[in-house]
């Protein structure tokens, strides 16, 4: 991750200039910020064991990283460089507070199954990591694409690792069976075939996410480091 | 209009601007959501209570839409009562919809509330055969917050026939794995007094004898303070209880 802000120039540029989509598509690939920067690495690896929780983990991540940069993008000029990260944290703090209180109000199943995972949106270095190198030192609508791209990058990785995970570790996608009824046996396991627990371990998350990487890297030369 | 952002005064200034915002806001969306949680909470406690009487298998297929019809199937609230600490007719005398009101784990955080005063609902299920089945809610301390659950005794009154439990903050995949099956498993056919009705105290252990031995019950690896916060609150919550299963027999 840079340190410096990375500035855009152009004083009156359209949302949708050739620069602003590139904001968003690069988190997409070549920049994600899972793949790319490794951030975010902790909730990639906690709540990927089911589809459901990790659609909802990037919808509320999507929503603290939009509006949160917006609102420090906005504040940029008045907040005081001293307490520039305590104010950075107080907004995604009251963000994810406001996401949690939704989620108990309107999906209260969800909320359940994350539980103290969207609390630690906090803590979520994407984040923290969007606010001081973008939004610090940029406009508004640039920092809206922006914000879109990188939880866009960190949604498909997500469910992506995801997929694969409830797909064969519990057998399921999105609760539903795909293979069969694993506890009365028909479908696929009345043949032997049998869930791979390791699956919904942690370290299969980081093994899948690495295989991601593997992938990526061997397809884009360019982002392999020299050291 | 030049302003100096570094000066003390003007982040002082900012710090407190952006406080009282947020306080505002924070505070107007806790108020316009909490009718909705409230909501969301009335039909979990039924749906617990269902989840604790059916059998796993039927348990699994409780959902937050059929919960509210399930319960009213199951339970006639007309025969649940109150209890007090002793095992008695609670005083204030809470009958039918209002038994569902009573908070437990507000009564149980309330220091200032006496322990005489604390209220212990009881719900009878039956189902078609009118065969009886008794939900006792219980609640008590995990590692990190509050742990509760219901308990449903068979019958006979003794033989633990299902549970729940849930939490609100425990470590995911330690402590909070208390919600799962296999931990409620360990307590399925339990029996909470001895032959003549005086309770026995549950012990959480660690050596795997919790399936064979009476009274013991496997803790969970990695989430033993939590394991031992639901041995305690089983302990204790099931006293009251067991004395008025001992004046209904007698």
Known sequence: MSEVAEKTKAPRESLFSKKNRKLVTDPLTDNNPITIQVLGICSALAITVQVEQAFWMSVSVLFVLVLGNMVISMLRNLIPSRIRIIVQLVVVASLVIIVDLMLAAFVPDVSEKLSVFVGLIITNCIIMGRFEAFAMGNKVGPSLMDGLGNSFGYAWILILVAFVRELFGSGTLWGQPIFGDYIEGNGLYSIGYVNNNMMILPPMALIIVGVIIWVQRSRNKALIEDH | ?250
């Open chain 2, 1 to 250: 209009m030049a302003v100096n952002k570094d000066s003390n005064g003007y982040t002082f200034g900012f710090a407190i601007a952006l406080v009282v915002v947020v306080g505002a806001i924070l505070a107007s969306v806790a108020m316009a959501t909490k009718p909705f949680q409230e909501k969301n909470e009335a039909v979990k406690k039924k749906m617990d209570i269902v989840k604790a009487i059916l059998p796993k298998k039927q348990a699994e297929k409780v959902t937050r839409k059929n919960a509210t019809a399930k319960f009213e199937e199951m339970v006639n609230l007309e025969n649940a009562v109150v209890l007090d600490m002793n095992g008695n007719i609670h005083k204030d005398n809470i009958t039918g919809e209002a038994i569902l009101d009573v908070d437990i784990k507000k009564e149980y955080r309330d220091k200032e509330l006496k322990e005489k005063d604390k209220h212990f609902p009881l719900f009878v299920a039956e189902d078609k055969d009118g065969k009886k089945a008794y939900v006792i809610p219980v609640v008590g301390k995990g590692l990190w917050g509050p742990v509760w659950g219901n308990i449903c005794l068979d019958e006979d009154m003794r033989t633990i026939k299902g549970a729940t439990f849930d939490h609100k903050t425990e470590t995911p995949g330690l402590g909070a794995e208390i919600k799962q099956g296999f931990f409620i498993d360990r307590w399925i056919g339990e029996q909470i007094t001895d032959e003549e009705g005086n309770p026995v105290t549950f012990e959480i252990v660690k050596d795997n004898s919790g399936a064979k031995e009476p009274v013991k019950v496997d803790g969970i690896t990695g989430g033993t303070i939590t394991s031992k916060g639901v041995e305690e609150m089983v302990n204790r919550g099931l006293k009251p209880y067991i004395k008025y299963f001992k004046t209904l027999k007698q």
